[in-house]
């Protein structure tokens, strides 16, 4: 597999190499974000993944999703992102988890580090807090939908982020503060103001594989081919580059 990833140890060198083939890292939400997550780590070497999506590719994916093409439409999303990863890395291991994500705390157990993509607030808020508790390094994406400049991207600590007024992200500190979690949780965010046409939302209502029967109000945001993607990318050269943090 050295020819595979000689690239990558042209920069970070062998060792570095060797020692993200030993890491686990669990991606949670696979669409525009966690996609392209997932499969940067893939292709960084990381040696084993944990994959949560509970969806199937719709055509509205296809502006922005690695999973979504025309041929991949009405196919689960771990079923095509799982194909993918292994044709990247065939030595690659992978726990799929074809389900909704409310509260399932064991799911990180294990992991070197988490990455949310997650768009459901609820669901977003406990495995944020889940990570937290559990003193897992978790970064997160807050501030992908109804933008157009990835350049306007930027990493910080949830504490620091300059736009908190952006009706999502504000929502997710006010719910994360009720739990007493203020910083300590590393976000993707973004300074452009975000921007739709019109205001789109929906009643879905999802069964998870234990029989729990859940319903939200889901807001379709405006999304564009360019920030989702740049998001997920940002995610994992952070997380790779923490994991291999003091390596030379």
């Known amino acids: 597999m050295s020819e595979r990833f000689s690239r990558n140890e042209l920069y ?17 939400g696979l669409g525009g974000v966690g996609g392209y997550c997932a499969e940067s780590l893939a292709r960084a070497g990381i040696g ?27 196919k689960k999303k771990t ?19 074809d389900d909704f994500y409310i509260n399932e705390a064991g799911l990180i157990e294990g992991t070197d580090f988490t990455a949310d993509a ?10 944020l807090e889940n990570c937290y508790r559990a003193g897992i390094p978790v970064i997160s994406s807050l501030g992908a939908g109804n933008r157009i400049a990835p350049e306007m991207l930027y ?24 739990l007493g979690i203020e910083k300590g949780i590393t976000v993707v965010a973004s300074r452009e103001k975000p921007y739709s046409r ?40 952070y997380i790779v580059r923490k994991l291999i943090e003091g390596i030379k």
């Open 79 to 97: 079923d095509i992102i799982a194909k993918r990863l292994i044709d990247i890395n065939p030595k690659i291991k992978l726990n799929i988890i």
């Open 198 to 237: 019109e205001k789109i939302s929906t009643k879905e209502k999802i069964t998870t594989k234990t029989g729990e029967k859940i319903e939200f109000t889901k807001i379709t945001p405006a999304s564009t081919p360019f920030v989702a993607s740049c998001a997920g990318i940002f995610m994992a050269s």
């Open 155 to 178: 990493i910080c600590d949830i504490s620091e982020i300059e736009n908190k007024n952006a009706p999502f992200i504000s929502n997710c500190i006010y719910q994360l503060k009720k």
């Open 12 to 28: 970070w060198g062998a060792e570095a190499q060797k020692l993200l083939g030993t890491k686990h890292v669990a991606v949670f």
């Open 118 to 127: 997650i768009d459901t607030l609820r669901s977003k808020i406990s495995l």
């Open 48 to 74: 084993r993944l944990t994959i949560v999506d509970f969806d199937k590719v719709s055509e509205s994916n296809i502006n922005r999703q690695t999973a979504a093409l025309t041929s991949t439409i009405d």
